[in-house]
T-cell receptor, first 106, second 115 residues
């Protein structure tokens, strides 16, 4: 089975902190992605990556950046965390999602 | 703005009955369509994909696609309590239909199967 691993299940960060969310796949899949999921808003695409060092903004990229230096790893960076970035963050490749990181910004 | 619409539910279904879920989409260039199941507190899990008009069956699940009418549906036959979850419709928004994972999601339909 394809596995996508997100480094943290729960995170609590302070406003203004720089936050790194890590995602690792165990398959040689070109595509990886980051979504956030909020009640009433559903899943929204933050960033998409076609391959190493290639990225494309999704619907809500503001306040986020990404890094993909190796094929298996796709990182989401919150440059300066804000309370409105409190959410469930879901990473994946192709069709498969990781287990998610629930981030709370206080 | 590309949109994917689903009834939020909850859709209450007696055990053993057929659950019917609908999804409409606005982007005519969409080429591939997916249904995900999401249990409370868990991440979405792919259960069906469909690319051509018509029906596609996989076990108790049948996906139906009508590109002319821009809708895709999911039928769950012989519904079980374990089918109680939120079902998300996802539309691949890449013009070539080949960027797997680049989706527009509906808000999801909650299904409750009652014994």
């Amino acid at each position: 089975d394809v596995k996508v691993t997100q480094s943290s299940r729960y995170l609590v960060k302070r406003t203004g902190e720089k936050v790194f969310l890590e995602c690792v796949q165990d398959m040689d899949h070109e595509n990886m992605f980051w979504y956030r999921q909020d009640p009433g808003l559903g899943l929204r695409l933050i960033y998409f990556s076609y391959d190493v060092k290639m990225k494309e903004k999704g619907d809500i990229p503001e306040g986020y950046s990404v890094s993909r230096e190796k094929k298996e790893r796709f990182s989401l960076i919150l440059e300066s965390a804000s309370t409105n970035q409190t959410s469930m963050y879901l990473c994946g490749n192709g069709y498969t999602f990781g287990s998610g990181t629930r981030l709370t910004v206080v | 703005q590309k949109e994917v619409e689903q009834n939020s539910g909850p859709l209450s279904v007696p055990e053993g009955a057929i659950a019917s879920l609908n999804c409409t989409y606005s982007d005519r260039v969409s080429q591939s369509f997916f249904w995900y199941r999401q249990y409370s507190g868990k991440s979405p899990e792919l259960i069906m994909s469909i690319y051509s008009n018509g029906d596609k069956e996989d076990g108790r699940f049948t996906a139906q696609l009508n590109k002319a009418s821009q809708y895709v549906s999911l039928l769950i036959r012989d519904s079980q309590p374990s089918d109680s979850a939120t079902y998300l419709c996802a539309v691949n928004i890449s013009p070539l239909g080949d960027s797997w994972g680049k989706f527009q999601f509906g808000a999801g339909t909650q299904v409750v199967v009652t014994p």
